[in-house]
């Protein structure tokens, strides 16, 4: 994204939402994969520890980004798109649903 922000790709003001969504959402997404995590005692200590506390390092990175420079460009970071919407619904879906809970590996 820096080097994006530096040749006016995109906009550096347009960086810190898109790195504090993208830090919100993911980690909420991990939290809900891990309410349905059989151990019902790992659920915090694996969700919040993993989402929001092991993620953290990426919220600085807005700031810092988004002082390189001004970003000579309007142009959004991201432009809304209802199919990436709609596959990262489906996407999220299989996590929570699938992956949450674990897989059971036959012979292990």
């Keep these: 994204m820096a080097s994006q922000v530096r040749r006016s790709s995109l906009d550096g003001r347009d960086i810190r939402r898109v790195i ?13 994969g891990a309410a349905f995590n059989p151990i019902k005692q790992l659920i915090w200590l694996s969700g919040l520890a993993v989402g929001f506390a092991g993620t953290f390092g990426f919220v600085p ?11 000579g460009t309007t142009r959004p970071a991201v432009r809304f798109s209802a199919m990436w919407i709609i596959f990262g619904a ?8 699938i992956l949450g809970p674990g897989l059971r590996l036959s012979g292990f």
């Design 20 to 32: 504090i969504v993208s830090y919100v959402a993911g980690s909420a997404l991990i939290l809900l």
């Design 61 to 71: 990175v807005a700031g810092w980004i988004e002082h390189i420079g001004a970003g």
């Design 90 to 97: 489906i996407i999220a879906a299989v996590f929570v649903l």
